[in-house]
Structure formats: C-alpha cells, structure tokens
C-alpha cells in the first residue's frame, strides 16, 4: 500500500494545520454594538455558541501586578426564565471545571439577580451550585432589554498576575433554562453547550476556542458516531461515510490487484479471473447505486411536495 502513503501524510498534516487555527472573530451585531456603546465598551466580538456576543475593556497595572477588565456579556434567550453564566478559568485546561463565574439568573416571579460562584467537579457530579463569594468580581449587573431579548450580564474583574494571564485567558460561558433560587440547575448538553469555552488574547482579540477544534474535526472526518437525521452534523456525516466507503473499496480492489502482481502467478488466468469478479461486482454496485439514487430524488420530491402542500 506505499502508494497512498505521500496522500495519507498530506491528509495527516492537513489536519494539524486545521488543529492550530486560531481567529480572528467577527465583530458584534448591530443591536449588541449599540448596547455595548451605551455602555462604554471598546471591544466585542461573538463567541462561536449559543449566540453570545463578549465585550471588554482593560486597564494594565504593571507595578501592582493586577489588570482590571470591564465585561459584558449577552445573549437573546429563547425563554423568559433562565440563567447566563460567563466567568475565568486558570486551570490550564479549557473546561468548566475551575471556572470562577457570573451567574445571571432571572427567577420565575420576574426577579433577576446575579452572584459569584466557583464551579467544581462536584458541580459537574451533580452537587448544588450555591453562590460563593470571590474577591476579584466588582460592581455585577445582570440586565433584559425588552426591546431585542438580549439578557446581560457585567462586572469588573481585578485580575491578579501570574494566575490570570490577560493575554491567554480561558474563558467559560453558559445559560441555562432552569433555576431554583439563587442555585442554576443543570444546563442542556448540546454541541452549543459544550462548545462554550476559549481561550483569548485580550489584548488583540484572537481567540482560539475548543470548539472551533472540534468543530473542524467533526466537518471534516465526522469522529462523532453516527448524529441523529435531524443533527446539522448529519450532512458532514453521510458525504463522509459514502466517500470513506467508495474508497475503502476502491483501495481493496486495487490492494489485491497488487498482490496479483506480488505473487507474479505464471499464467494470466487470476488477472483475468480477478478482472471477471470485479466487472460482476462494478455491475451489481451500478444497479444498487441506480436503484439509491431513484429512491432518494423520489423521497426528496415527496418531501418538497408536503412542504409545499403545508405552505398553501
Ligand atoms: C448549574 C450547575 C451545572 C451543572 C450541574 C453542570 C454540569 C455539566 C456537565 C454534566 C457537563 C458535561 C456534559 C457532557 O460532556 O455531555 C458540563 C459541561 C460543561 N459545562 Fe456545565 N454544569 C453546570 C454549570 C455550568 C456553568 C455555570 C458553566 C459556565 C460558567 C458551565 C459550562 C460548561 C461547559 C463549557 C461545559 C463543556 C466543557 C466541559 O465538559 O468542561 N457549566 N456541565
């Protein structure tokens, strides 16, 4: 098989490449620029989930080893009632666990109220999230705009040098739909919500996210096992399962060809014969490949007419 090898390390360092890609995320939306403005935030960008938009400002202290950063961070929430975490993580991995937080929580009766809270592997155990005061949170606001849903959350973080490194920071950021108290319960665990953490230089913006990653990997070679019909990783899924298919049989084929070849047999009968066997199977591939695509164009032309029937 020496002849896949250079396409194998190609595909191999095409991939790293794809794992050390870090960005420069686009700028806020309109409304969530307007709000930031509002509020005198210089810099924003969108988080990559949950449709989380982030702005800062900071302000270096060399000398006393402390920089203070000003953030606010916002998303619309689908439902009235919920939760809204951000918070810093300065374990050296990008995860929940560690991570010191903000949680916004907005109470059925129509409260809202916003507190600090460590979240430990405990809290991943299942154990209650209770408030916990921690020293380096300033000055909290947890907010709702009536006129575009945005739920928001702000503070001022002093944040003490070496522990805090501004310039590759681990943040972490949540909601959740339920709440009892001031306890957030458990969030959903969708791609959007385990996706939710980076690490970013804000001191320029550049971010580098887990799930920007994962996201990749997942396009590219689908590791998830198969996602449901209705997942959007479903498409990435099939395209990458029929063509991993058809060229694992093109590579066999070809593998025992070869061999054929190695074993140098002194007439031609099973490089004829093996030509037989593939002719017979190209064939009956052709038919099932026939037969497939007709039942696919016929469901997809069901589909549109049931659409358009529910439209009318
Ligand atoms: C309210 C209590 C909470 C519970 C019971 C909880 C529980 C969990 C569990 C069980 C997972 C693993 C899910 C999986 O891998 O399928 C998880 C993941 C995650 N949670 Fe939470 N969580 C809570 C609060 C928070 C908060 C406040 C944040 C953000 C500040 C957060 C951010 C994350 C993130 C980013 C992940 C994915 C990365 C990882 O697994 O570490 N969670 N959580």
């Known amino acids: 098989m020496y002849i896949f090898r250079g396409p194998v390390i190609v595909f191999i360092l095409a991939l790293f490449s794809l794992l050390s890609t870090t960005s420069q995320r686009s700028t806020c939306s309109e409304a969530f620029s307007k709000l930031k403005e509002d509020r005198h935030f210089e810099q924003c960008m969108k988080l990559p989930t949950l449709g989380a938009e982030f702005a800062w400002n900071i302000q270096e202290d060399h000398a006393r080893q402390v920089n203070q950063i000003d953030v606010f961070f916002g998303t619309r929430l689908h439902a009235e009632i919920g939760w ?43 154990c209650g999230l209770q408030p916990l005061k921690i020293d380096f949170f300033k000055n909290m606001k947890i907010e709702y705009s009536d006129k575009n849903h945005y739920f928001m959350i702000s503070a001022s973080l002093y ?12 943040h972490v950021w949540q909601v959740g739909y339920q709440s ?124 549109n007419q049931e659409q358009r029937s529910q439209n009318k």
Not at 107 to 115: F, K, L, Y
Not at 159 to 170: C, M
Request: charged share 20%.
């Open 84 to 126: 809204l975490a951000w918070g810093v993580n300065p374990t050296n991995e990008l995860k929940m666990v560690g991570t010191r937080a903000i949680i916004g929580i907005s109470m059925p009766n129509g409260t809202r109220a916003i507190d600090t809270y460590n979240v430990t592997a405990a809290t991943k155990l299942g």
């Open 159 to 170: 944040l003490p040098e070496p522990e805090y490194n501004i310039s590759s920071l681990n």
């Open 180 to 303: 009892n108290g001031m306890e957030p319960l458990m969030h959903p665990t969708s791609l959007q919500n385990v996706d939710s953490a980076e690490t970013i230089n804000l001191k320029t913006g550049v971010s580098e996210g887990v799930g920007q990653h994962r996201h990749h990997l997942r396009k590219m070679l689908a590791l998830r096992l198969k996602p449901r019909r209705t997942d959007e990783y479903r498409k990435f899924w099939n395209l990458y399962h029929h063509c991993l298919g058809y060229a694992l049989l093109a590579a066999i084929s070809v593998d025992i060809f070869l061999g054929i070849g190695i074993l140098r047999p002194l007439d031609h009968a099973w490089k004829w014969s093996y030509f037989g066997v593939l002719g017979i199977l190209g064939v009956i591939f052709l038919l099932f490949e026939i037969y497939s695509w007709c039942k696919f164009l016929n469901q997809k032309e069901k589909n």
